[in-house]
């Protein structure tokens, strides 16, 4: 079945250090995908999407992804995290059903 | 613009009870969605609306029913409520699809079956 895995669960980060999120997909063609974050209690929030052209995607609150197909991948990347990107981030690919797949999510802490 | 709202924010529930989310948004979009969360399984989609009149089942329909009346209002039906549907029900609206927009989230709605 086409999916989308987020290999880390939790991930834990010190203030200012870099940080990188893992996302997979399985499908053949170039897909649509998507990163989100969710704050504590909060809905969602869109960081950034990919559909085609530059693999290097800017995001809002200084996030930026990269597509690679060779490795069916779609990283999240940030090079200096802040406290407040504490968050639970997640993976999405849109399909052409008109459906949103999401990963299971990766949990962010950061440590002082 | 207030966006996409939710009520209510919690709710207790005994088992084989009924009842319905709301679910709302004033940005005229027609895509509107139900996703349910549950820890370690991200976001799973439950149903969809394309338009008013219009809807289709997602991913684990089973146990809800939707209907959209119009295009604001996408209320989400239990009707015979069981533990397996303990979980946190987010309500999300785009403005034609979900392949390639945007979607908005409402805050959601923490639902506890007992």
């Known amino acids: 079945a086409q999916s989308v895995t987020q290999p880390d669960i939790h991930i834990t980060v010190s203030e200012g250090a870099s940080l990188e999120l893992r996302c997979n997909y399985s499908?053949?063609?170039?897909?649509?995908l998507f990163w989100y974050v969710q704050s504590p209690g909060q809905g969602l929030q869109l960081l950034l999407k990919?559909?085609?052209?530059?693999?290097l995607v800017q995001g809002i609150k200084g996030f930026e992804a990269e597509f690679k197909r060779s490795q069916s991948s779609f990283n999240l990347r940030k090079p200096s995290v802040h406290w407040s990107d504490a968050a639970e981030y997640f993976c999405?690919?849109?399909?052409?059903?008109?459906?949103?797949?999401f990963g299971g999510g990766t949990r962010l802490m950061v440590k002082p | 613009n207030a966006g996409v709202t939710q009520t209510p924010k919690f709710q207790v529930l005994k088992t084989g009870q009924s009842m319905t989310l709301q679910c709302a948004q004033d940005?005229?979009?027609?895509?509107m969605s139900w996703y349910r969360q549950d820890p370690g399984m991200g976001l799973r989609l439950i149903h969809y609306?394309?338009?008013?009149?219009?809807?289709d089942q997602g991913e684990v329909p089973n146990g809800y029913n939707v209907s959209r009346s119009t295009t604001e209002d996408f209320p989400l039906r239990l009707l015979s409520a069981a533990p397996s549907q303990t979980s946190v029900y987010f309500c999300?609206?785009?403005?034609?699809?979900?392949?390639?927009?945007?979607?908005?989230f409402g805050p959601g709605t923490r639902l506890l079956v007992l």
């Open positions: 999405a690919w849109g399909n052409a059903g008109n459906m949103l797949t």
């Open positions: 499908y053949g063609a170039t897909p649509y």
């Open positions: 990919y559909f085609s052209g530059d693999t």
């Open positions: 940005m005229n979009h027609e895509y």
């Open positions: 609306s394309v338009g008013a009149g219009i809807t």
């Open positions: 999300a609206s785009s403005i034609q699809g979900a392949r390639s927009e945007t979607q908005y």
